[in-house]
Every structure is written in C-alpha cells, then in structure tokens.
C-alpha cells in the first residue's frame, strides 16, 4: 500500500510542478509585455519632454506588484 500512495503522491506533485510552471511561464509573458508597454511610454514621455506621471491608485498598484522597486522612481 505504501508505495502506491507514494507514486501517486510523487505523480501528484509532479503534476503540480508541470502546472506551476506553465503558470510561471504565462505570468513572465505578461509580465514582458506589460514592461515593454511601460518602456514605449516612457519613450514617449521622454519625447514629449513630460516631466510627471499622474497615476491612478490601481494603476499604482500595479506597477508596484509587478516591478517591487518602483516605488522609489515615482
């Protein structure tokens, strides 16, 4: 008995190892695109000679959940 429910705990977890990094996978994706968006922004700022960024609390948020140093930019 025991070493059917240690396959079956050992295919469990590799099954939560596979999904968790599909996850991953789907999060650095988004990730990337929203930093590329960030980035062509701030180019555009930049051409724009805009000095300050006025940004909602969610869109703050957000911005400190994706890139945790932000904070001190802003």
């Given at each position: 008995m025991?070493?059917?429910?240690?396959?079956?705990?050992?295919?469990s977890?590799?099954?939560?190892v596979?999904?968790?990094?599909?996850?991953?996978?789907?999060?650095?994706?988004?990730?990337?695109?929203l930093k590329?968006?960030?980035d062509?922004?701030?180019k555009?700022?930049?051409?724009?000679?805009?000095?300050?960024i006025t940004?909602?609390d969610?869109?703050?948020?957000l911005?400190?959940?994706l890139?945790?140093?932000?904070?001190?930019?802003l």
């Amino acid at each position: 008995m025991k070493k059917l429910d240690s396959n079956q705990d050992k295919e469990s977890l590799q099954e939560e190892v596979k999904r968790l990094r599909k996850e991953n996978k789907k999060l650095a994706s988004q990730k990337d695109k929203l930093k590329a968006k960030y980035d062509k922004t701030q180019k555009e700022l930049k051409k724009k000679d805009v000095r300050k960024i006025t940004l909602t609390d969610e869109q703050s948020r957000l911005l400190s959940s994706l890139f945790p140093d932000i904070d001190s930019l802003l």
